[in-house]
């Protein structure tokens, strides 16, 4: 959801979180295990549930398939966000363009721009799937910039500008997930 969409005299180059992102991650931003995901492992007696760098050939599929997914973002001090993101009609929710990169759409909307807006500041994202007719759930976390390239917005007919996400974790659960339906 675009910031400033109404002021049409505002330049705004193609790839904003990079320039910002520098400032807020000055170090690698691979994730890590933290302490607190191994105390609840052991706690639990769970395993780690196994991850994947790249988005393999059926794993794009589904993320393809489906009509929506969430996002969760946090700002420069951690205070987080998530939204809905939803495809429209004969238009994909998310395109994988490969193994390593994931775009989606940004469709005007309450024009809050918490989620996105979290992105200018902090480039992590958290990426949530669900297939409700088969129960499973696919997980992406990466760093995300947001992108005015008009061949990208082509790809997502009404779009304000679009997401760019750099894969660092695939997770790709085959449990089925209890859903509610009341």
């Not at 690698?28 to 769970?46: M, N, P, V, W, Y």
């Not at 998530?82 to 989606?104: C, M, N, W």
């Amino acid at each position: 959801m675009a910031s400033g969409t109404g002021n049409a005299s505002i330049a705004r180059p193609t790839f904003r979180t990079e320039v910002l992102a520098q400032n807020v991650n000055d170090t690698d931003t691979q994730r890590s295990i933290s302490h607190g995901d191994e105390l609840l492992r052991s706690k639990f007696a769970t395993p780690d549930v196994p991850t994947s760098a790249t988005i393999s050939g059926s794993v794009a599929h589904d993320l393809e398939s489906l009509d929506f997914f969430f996002i969760a973002t946090s700002n420069k001090g951690g205070e987080c966000d998530s939204s809905y993101r939803g495809k429209r009609k004969g238009v994909p929710a998310v395109k994988v363009l490969d193994e390593k990169t994931i775009i989606f759409p940004d469709y005007a909307g309450n024009g809050s721009f918490r989620s996105l807006g979290n992105i200018l500041e902090n480039p992590h994202i958290g990426m949530l799937f669900m297939d409700f007719r088969s129960g499973v759930r696919m997980r992406i976390n990466g760093d995300a910039e947001i992108s005015d390239d008009p061949a990208w917005r082509k790809l997502f007919p009404g779009s304000l500008q679009t997401v760019k996400v750099t894969v660092r974790e695939v997770y790709k659960q085959n449990r089925p997930v209890r859903i509610s339906r009341k």
